[in-house]
């Protein structure tokens, strides 16, 4: 419920900004997509509304990373709102460290690890600070969309998006059990 009213605060935060204006005088342009990219990012429900301002933030790239998300901070800064308080500002940076870093893929890529002892990688089972701040942040509603662990690092553990989460749950079990099985049969076990 918190989540919910934090939400609906920010959401009306960005909307009243633009009723005080004039019909003629509401955003437009990259300080529009600015707003609407904060809005849309704060929540895990993204309309096709959220379009072209998703496709705006996240074309912007640079070469290091580091430039890009300060790029992206910049563009999200262009919200008068995005200043309004210390929560604001907070909000900002939790999306510009986190959307679009904290999905599945993402995680499975960044948090992947050689283990050159034993010649196979592992894929660590503990969230980033960034994407913890992003999908815990109190302005956020998105955690119908963080991604989650499957397994154990150990036996081959792995990060999937929500809505697939049952179905890899499944499948990892199920594989566990077949190796389990096949370990056995070749030791000689029962």
Excluded at 24 to 38: H, I, K, M, P, S
Aim: with cysteine; glycine share 6%; hydrophobic share 35%.
């Amino acid at each position: 419920m918190k989540k919910i009213t934090a939400s609906a605060t920010l959401a009306l935060g960005l909307l009243g900004m633009a009723s005080v204006a004039q019909a003629d005088d509401l955003f437009t342009g990259d300080v529009r997509l600015a707003c609407e990219a904060v809005l849309c990012l704060s929540s895990g429900s993204r309309p096709s509304e959220c379009s072209p301002s998703l496709k705006r933030y996240f074309d912007i790239r640079k070469k290091k990373m580091s430039d890009t998300l300060k790029a992206r901070r910049n563009f999200l800064n262009m919200c008068p709102s995005a200043s309004a308080d210390e929560n604001m500002k907070s909000l900002v940076n939790a999306i510009t460290n986190g959307a679009g870093r904290c999905d599945a893929a993402a995680l499975n890529s960044s948090l992947m690890v050689w283990r050159w002892d034993d010649s196979y990688s592992i894929i660590r089972n503990t969230m980033p600070s960034h994407c913890n701040a992003y999908s815990n942040h109190q302005y956020t509603d998105i955690q119908g969309v963080t991604a989650r662990y499957v397994g154990t690092p150990e036996q081959g553990g792995f990060w999937v998006d929500p809505a697939n989460y049952d179905r890899a749950l499944k499948e990892y079990n199920e594989r566990i059990a077949r190796e389990g099985n096949r370990r056995n049969n070749y030791w000689g076990g029962n």
